[in-house]
Nanobody
Framework: QVQLVESGGGLVQPGGSLRLSCVGS????????MSWYRQAPGKERELVAH????????NYSDSVKGRFTISRDNARHTVYLQMNSLKPEDTAVYFC????????????WGQGTQVTVSS
């Protein structure tokens, strides 16, 4: 019954903002590190942001550093990606991912949500 369900994607103008959410169920969310990945058509899937299980540490790809913020609310079993100053090259399907901190082979993917940045 493991699920990661994303929401918040859509169409936004360059320079705009969007906030993605991903709600986990069927697993112990609080002992999973969480990440956001993205994949544009014809391109490799790219790690965008990562957050530790407690939210004490975050990491970002160089392409989004300073513009995106990953956060989590373990009580709500939710991880967020706040995206500001969006650029057309941010257009992609965004996926959330969870990894069990004690055994990395136990991991789950969300279904993906489309983000389109265009004027």
């Amino acid at each position: 019954q493991v699920q990661l369900v994303e929401s918040g994607g859509g169409l936004v103008q360059p320079g705009g903002s969007l906030r993605l959410s991903c709600v986990g169920s069927g697993f112990f969310f609080s002992i999973y590190s969480m990440s956001w990945y993205r994949q544009a058509p014809g391109k490799e899937r790219e790690l965008v942001a990562h957050i530790t299980s407690t939210g004490s540490s975050t990491n970002y790809s160089d392409s989004v550093k300073g513009r995106f913020t990953i956060s989590r609310d373990n009580a709500r079993h939710t991880v967020y990606l706040q995206m500001n100053s969006l650029k057309p090259e941010d257009t992609a399907v965004y996926f959330c991912h969870g990894a069990y901190i004690f055994r990395k082979s136990i991991n789950y993917w969300g279904q993906g949500t489309q983000v389109t940045v265009s004027s």
